[in-house]
């Protein structure tokens, strides 16, 4: 096993970010117990050093002749200085005069610290005896070291402590939080592999839950695009197969001498080859649409005579269906920042599909409204009508609401939704009202944000 994909783990990265944290605590604990430790010895050795100096004061009270300038107790404070290696001053009871020192520098010791206790004879304070200590002398008596041994141990039993929780903490920490992830891990796992139509589990932290939320999403766009292109497949392989069938039959006719090479059969052979030519430019306009990859080209347009010159153009495919097409139009301007081809095909879209689903004798109107804050382009006809099952569906692609009749008119089902596309691209919403063989009616609402 490599080591690099080792330390990968999350759950051996949790713990080694524990690990550093039980060590960067276990570090300030350390500085902590030291100045801690540092304090309780110098108060210690200060009550210490505090009773000593008392003990020595009333011994001096006790052998002292006279007063404390008496030459006789000269030699008492020598003795003193010599039995117990002290340093030390004799005060008068003022502490203002020094009556007898011990030959030395204070200036000498580091840490110098001095406890006076006073010298009482007989009921009378004759002076102060002032003994000098250094605080951090590493010359310690045995009740001293044993104290310092005493703090040393408690360090240790701390720190030992402490760094087993903090280790057995960080252990038990990453564990739970690499098993809670584990289920992500192995659906991610399973996705890698190639298996797609599952749902990953939510595990983890917030952010894995967002990170799931985002592949969740990706795989069911994923699947959805799976499932589209195999329909696509599909239609494309029956709606090319029966033009090129047909094509191609009709050719062996002729050259085989069965049908005349008259001006009827050509047409016959050209009407399947252009039904091939629309089909090859319907499905590029589709890939441009799933790929959002049209360019808009926006300006500001008067969309009446782009209306007008596409109702026009379907006034002959209408007559010969026999369908009477309306056209209702304001007196006024209608100006909209938009791609002007691009709303041709949107609404060129919207009246071939009325035409198609409105049965001979019937009627598809077109026309504009103008509301306070947007412009409405509409589409309305009396033919067959959608199901409101069907009108959440209608816009998705390859998607036909009767597929013989569509096939017979020539349609792939993908108008709608290019249209929707286009739609979604310049921040515009088609919305459908319709009803089981009473009709339908497609709007485009077109916010007015002119600038």
């Given amino acids: 096993m490599s080591v690099k994909p080792f330390f990968k783990k999350a759950s051996v990265q949790f713990c080694i970010i524990l690990l550093c944290m039980a060590t960067l605590t276990a570090g300030v604990l350390y500085i902590t117990h030291a100045i801690y430790s540092d304090q309780q010895l110098k108060d210690y050795k200060m009550a210490y050093y505090t009773e000593q100096t008392y003990r020595l004061s009333s011994f001096l009270g006790s052998n002292i002749v006279g007063d404390l300038d008496e030459k006789e107790n000269m030699t008492l404070f020598d003795n003193l200085a010599k039995s117990f290696s002290i340093r030390y001053e004799i005060l008068d009871h003022q502490r ?14 580091n840490n110098v610290s001095y406890v ?4 009482i004879s007989n009921g009378k304070l004759l002076g102060y005896l002032r003994a000098y200590y250094d605080i951090k002398s590493l010359e310690m008596s045995p009740s001293l070291r044993k104290f310092q041994n005493s703090l040393d141990n408690q360090w240790r039993i701390v720190a030992n402590v402490t760094m087993l929780v903090l280790i057995v903490s960080s252990l038990i920490i990453a564990k739970i939080y690499s098993k809670s992830m584990k289920p992500t891990v192995t659906s991610a ?7 797609r139509d599952i749902h990953v589990p939510k595990s983890g932290t917030l952010e894995m839950d967002y990170l799931v939320d985002s592949l969740n ?3 069911v766009e994923f699947n959805n695009m799976e499932n589209w292109r195999k329909q696509m497949m599909e239609d494309l392989t029956h709606e090319i197969r029966t033009p090129l069938t047909s094509v191609q039959l009709m050719m062996e006719a002729i050259i085989d001498g069965v049908y005349p090479t008259s001006t009827e059969n050509l047409q016959k052979i050209y009407k399947e ?11 590029q306009d589709l890939s441009e649409a799933e790929g959002a990859r049209f360019g808009l080209d926006i300006t500001k347009v008067n969309i009446i005579p782009l209306i007008k010159g596409t109702y026009d153009g379907f006034l ?16 006024k301007p209608c100006v909209a920042e938009l791609d002007a081809d691009r709303f041709v095909q949107v609404i060129t879209n919207l009246i071939s599909n009325a035409l198609k689903y409105t049965l001979e004798g019937g009627t598809v109107e077109i026309g504009v409204e103008i ?7 509409y589409c309305e006809d009396n033919g067959i009508g959608i199901s409101e099952e069907d009108q959440i569906l209608v816009f998705n692609r390859f998607y036909r609401v009767e597929k013989s009749r569509t096939s017979e008119n020539g349609g792939l089902g993908i108008g709608l939704n290019i249209s929707h596309a286009l739609a979604q691209a310049h921040g515009w919403h088609i919305v459908i009202e319709s009803k089981l063989a009473e009709g339908s009616k497609f709007s485009v609402k077109i916010p007015l944000n002119i600038k």
Avoid: C, M, W
């Fill in 96 to 109: 203002e005069e020094k009556i007898h020192e011990t030959a030395f520098n204070t200036s000498t010791i």
């Fill in 116 to 119: 006076d206790a006073p010298i």
């Fill in 189 to 195: 796992l399973t996705v890698l592999q190639g298996k």
């Fill in 217 to 219: 999403s990706v795989l």
């Fill in 273 to 283: 080859v252009d039904r091939l030519s629309r089909l090859i430019l319907n499905v």
């Fill in 316 to 331: 002959f495919v209408a007559a010969q269906k026999n369908i009477k097409l309306y056209l209702k139009l304001p007196n």
């Fill in 371 to 377: 509301n306070s804050d947007e412009i409405v382009f």
